[in-house]
């Protein structure tokens, strides 16, 4: 695998305009499983992603790592930072590690998100882990592009976890209880497994895992990967493969319309000034035609 020859073609694709994005959207079937890791910031995402990412290849498989860091809405820069955070793992000829910056997503991914994916669908990837931004209540999203999603927590997350949205809580596959050792680690878990039993009984086939991991302790880290590992082997069982690519497929329309819409804002700032209806009629306009 020509490593340099993918960090260009991520680099083109992750720059690349709506347009741009359409004339050169590929769809591939089946490709690497997806592992998503949210959360709120500071919970310990990326080092606990730089463990794992060990594990899974300890394994045997091959894995990549896209981090999405986010951008300041100042001065549209990004701190890329997360392959320091995972220096442990960097160097292991079978891990592929790239981070972008969200830029405009509000999502918590990264604009052209589903595009990059596709696109390492086409390398020889076992695995890819997709760490989002940890904005907490904005980051359904994900749920469509990964097969198991990890949200990571820590004992401070109380009030955090209070003002999450049902929706955002109750997506995950797997918990992680991260810097189990502080104080509050039990009190988070209780809750959270209580979530985790109204979801088996009203929706799901899958019992969520709740997994208490701390740094100095390999334990937490290896129940992890055991927990992953489970919850891949039963959505390869059960999954359904039409209404997967439907949902990907409804991401990916829904974003680069989404992008679209903010380009025509952004281009015509005197849309804010006119009624609700006619800023509606002339974005649909500009969007007839942008049509490629």
Known sequence: ???????????????ASVEEALAGMREIAGGAS???????????????????????????????????????????GAILGDRIRMDSVADDPRLFIRSLASRGANDGL????????????????????LETVGV????????????????????????????????????????????????????????????ARLRRRLASDWEPLVIMTAAESPDGITALNAAVSRHLDFVRASRNTDEVRRLRREYHVKSLIMRAIADILAENPEVIDCSPREAFELVVGRLKERRP
Do not use: C, W
């Open 34 to 76: 997806r592992i998503g890791i949210t959360g709120p910031p500071g919970a310990g995402k990326s080092t606990l992603i730089g463990r794992l990412a060990r594990r899974r290849l300890d394994n045997g498989a091959a894995v990549a790592v896209v981090a999405v860091d986010p951008t300041s809405p100042h001065t549209r």
């Open 110 to 129: 990264a604009d052209n998100i589903a595009d990059v994916l596709a696109t390492l669908d086409g390398y020889p990837f076992d695995e890819v882990i």
């Open 1 to 15: 695998m020509d490593r340099r020859a993918l960090g260009r073609s991520l680099s083109k694709i992750a720059n």
């Open 136 to 195: 907490g209540q904005a980051e359904y999203a994900v749920r469509a592009l990964v097969d198991t999603l990890v949200l990571v927590l820590i004992p401070e997350s109380g009030d955090q976890i209070q003002a999450m949205k049902a929706g955002t809580l109750e997506m995950a596959d797997i918990y992680v209880i991260n810097k189990a050792d502080l104080p509050g680690a039990e009190r988070i878990a209780s809750e959270i497994r209580a979530v």
